[in-house]
Nanobody, 127 residues
Framework: QLQLVESGGGLVQPGGSLRLSCAVSGFTLDYYTIGWFRQAPGKERDGVSSISLRDGSTYYADSVKGRFTISRDNAKNTVYLQMNSLKPEDTAVYYC????????????????????WGQGTQVTVSS
C-alpha cells in the first residue's frame, strides 16, 4: 500500500518557477516508480515526468524537457518536481502517482499504469 500527498501548487507568472512536492509513505518504497501527471480542463490526464525510487532513473514528456526536473530525497520520502520557465499551457491540476517499478511502461507511461494517486495540487500560470 502506497500513500501520496502533493503540495506546492499555486499561481505564478509566465516564465516563473514553482516546486511541487510529493510525500510518499508505505512499505517497500524501493519497488515503486513515482510519476507526475497533469490534467487541464477538458483534457486527458497526461504524464509529465517519473522517477524510480529504486535506482533514480527518470523520464520526461517532450513538452517539459529542459524546463522541469524531477528528483527524489529518499531520506525524507519525498519526490520533487522543479518547474522552471513556466508557460500558460502548463496550467493544470498536478498529481503524483505510484506504480510498481517492474510494470512495463513507455516513458512516463499512462495514468492507468499507476495504482496509487495523490489528491492533486493546482498550478496556474497566468499574467
Amino acid at each position: 500500500q502506497l500513500q501520496l500527498v502533493e503540495s506546492g501548487g499555486g499561481l505564478v507568472q509566465p516564465g516563473g518557477s514553482l516546486r511541487l512536492s510529493c510525500a510518499v509513505s508505505g512499505f517497500t518504497l524501493d519497488y515503486y516508480t513515482i510519476g507526475w501527471f497533469r490534467q487541464a480542463p477538458g483534457k486527458e490526464r497526461d504524464g509529465v515526468s517519473s522517477i524510480s525510487l529504486r535506482d533514480g532513473s527518470t523520464y520526461y514528456a517532450d513538452s517539459v524537457k529542459g524546463r522541469f526536473t524531477i528528483s527524489r530525497d529518499n531520506a525524507k520520502n519525498t519526490v520533487y518536481l522543479q518547474m522552471n520557465s513556466l508557460k500558460p499551457e502548463d496550467t493544470a491540476v498536478y498529481y503524483c502517482a505510484g506504480g510498481v517499478a517492474f510494470r512495463q511502461r513507455i516513458g512516463v507511461g499512462k495514468s492507468y499504469e499507476y495504482e496509487h494517486w495523490g489528491q492533486g495540487t493546482q498550478v496556474t500560470v497566468s499574467s
